[in-house]
């Protein structure tokens, strides 16, 4: 059975052709285009599993691709990994902010790519969180079946699975520091290639997206994160 189909979006050839040959090679089905005006019109015509999306792309930039894809009904829901360069962290969390699932910084080893790929597709594959009671601490109410975070009784519904995943870890267990390795891997998974830095990344898109409640998850200076009990 033919694997999950892949949108390409670089425009870099070189890169554009280096993605597609490593992920044709590992079954999936590929497509890559080399434009933001491109992809949208691609999105349309068929739509993919997931998105490898570089950031710096002329004409409409990967943000803005980013941002019409997630505020429409119909694509809001296709998993994105951003495409970026080095010295590009405001860009990554703004990417965060609005709804994109990973990020990959450039230069980058296909089988990180594909090992990232993998990720995202079997996180949106595999059941709702086992535990069924919500959590409730301070103004924040978690419930993990419906994949819905309340703050002060307004839904967050713009979570991606990967903060969803990172704020049910820490307050699932308040007050209890979490080495950044052991964020990675209650996040992702074992054998999940990240750095420390990434998870520095996603605090602080969700510390944002939780407004006056972001000032619970915080740094334990040296070790890691903790969610304030």
């Known amino acids: 059975m033919a694997k999950e189909k892949i949108l390409v979006v670089e425009d870099d050839d070189d890169i554009l052709q280096l993605l597609k040959y490593n992920l044709a090679k590992d079954g999936y089905r590929v497509t890559g285009v080399d434009s933001g005006e491109e992809a949208l019109k691609a999105v349309k015509l068929s739509t993919p599993d997931l998105i490898l999306l570089d950031l710096m792309l002329p004409g409409v930039d990967g943000l803005e691709v ?40 450039k230069p980058f080893s296909p089988r990180v790519v594909l090992a990232r790929v993998r ?27 419906h994949h819905e975070v309340l703050v002060e009784d307004r839904p967050l519904v713009d979570l991606t699975v990967t903060e969803f995943r990172l704020l049910y870890m820490l307050a699932s267990r308040p007050g209890w520091v979490f080495s950044r390795a052991q964020i990675v891997k209650g996040v ?42």
């Open 66 to 105: 980013c941002r019409e894809l997630k505020r429409d009904g119909r694509t809001g829901k296709i998993p994105i990994i951003m495409l970026t360069a080095k010295g590009e962290e405001a860009d990554i969390v703004t990417g965060l902010e609005l709804g994109a699932d990973d990020y990959i910084t």
């Open 188 to 229: 992702h998974g074992d054998d999940y290639p990240a750095s420390d830095r990434s998870v520095d990344v996603q605090i602080v898109s969700l510390r944002k997206k939780l407004g006056s409640c972001g000032k619970y998850l915080e740094t334990v200076r040296g070790i890691g994160y903790r969610f304030k009990g």
């Open 119 to 145: 990720t995202v597709l079997r996180r949106r594959q595999t059941e709702p969180l086992a535990a069924e009671e919500p959590i409730k601490i301070h103004e924040i109410v978690i419930h993990p079946g």
